[in-house]
């Protein structure tokens, strides 16, 4: 019998993905092992948030499988992925700047005390002790979780985000461009925070074009190109060769899956 932390937390077998006259996806294999974290990069338009958004339920393959924790699964909302402990910190962040962290947090799951017919009064302390002990958790520092969102700098949104999407027994989370348009200062936290999440325990993959985040916190890398998976390694070696490692496969001078996919191109 197979022990449980020897199964992957992920396997996506032959994902196919087309819109319209695109073939987005040509044949994806992924897998997510249990505290790993894992790199997906790639030139634009090379399926990375296609086959995310198709983790995340928010797309519906047209063929292929996906296995959590051993066990076919459909995805056919995010709903499904969610309660499967998957989610995804969307690079918009899709925060409401007008509510508080604390809102932000519970936003979708608020927490009711008590109904009287069909209105229920939402348990506020409740969910600010939760939010607190939830940003305590993870090392994120907020001065107030009723701090409004639009008043927080552009990493300590992103760290809201993340907060969110981990807050319900999540076991993959998904980050979309993390450290997009953020300072230097801002991108270590975020990255921090990566880490902080793979030292509780949690699963992570990150989309990401910025080649040094990849590599300060990726156990491992996987680049798609034209829709294709092109190079799955273990991130090792210096940064200088790391990055001219991962350019070669991004343009196409080195393609490790090249004869088994040349009928997908």
Known sequence: MVEAEKIPIVEMHNIKKNF?????????????????????????????????????????????????????????????????????????????????????????REVVSFRLGPLGVMDEHYMERETERLLDRLKIDISSVRLKVDSLSGGQRQAVAIARATAFNTKVTIMDEPTAALSVAAIEKVLDLVRELKAQGNSIIIISHRLEDIYQVSDRMMVLRHGRKVCDTPVTGDIDSFREHVVAYIVGARDDFAEEGSDQS
């Open 20 to 108: 319209g006259g695109l073939q987005a996806l040509k044949g994806v294999d992924l897998v997510l092992h249990h505290n790993e974290v894992l790199g997906l990069v790639g030139d634009n338009a090379a399926g990375k948030s296609t086959l995310m958004k198709i983790l995340s339920g928010a797309y519906i393959p047209d063929e292929g499988e996906i296995l959590i924790e051993g066990k076919k699964v459909h995805l056919t909302s995010s709903w499904d992925a969610r309660q499967l402990g998957i989610e995804m910190v969307y690079q918009d962040l899709a925060l409401a700047n007008n509510l508080d962290v604390v809102a932000n947090v519970f936003m979708g």
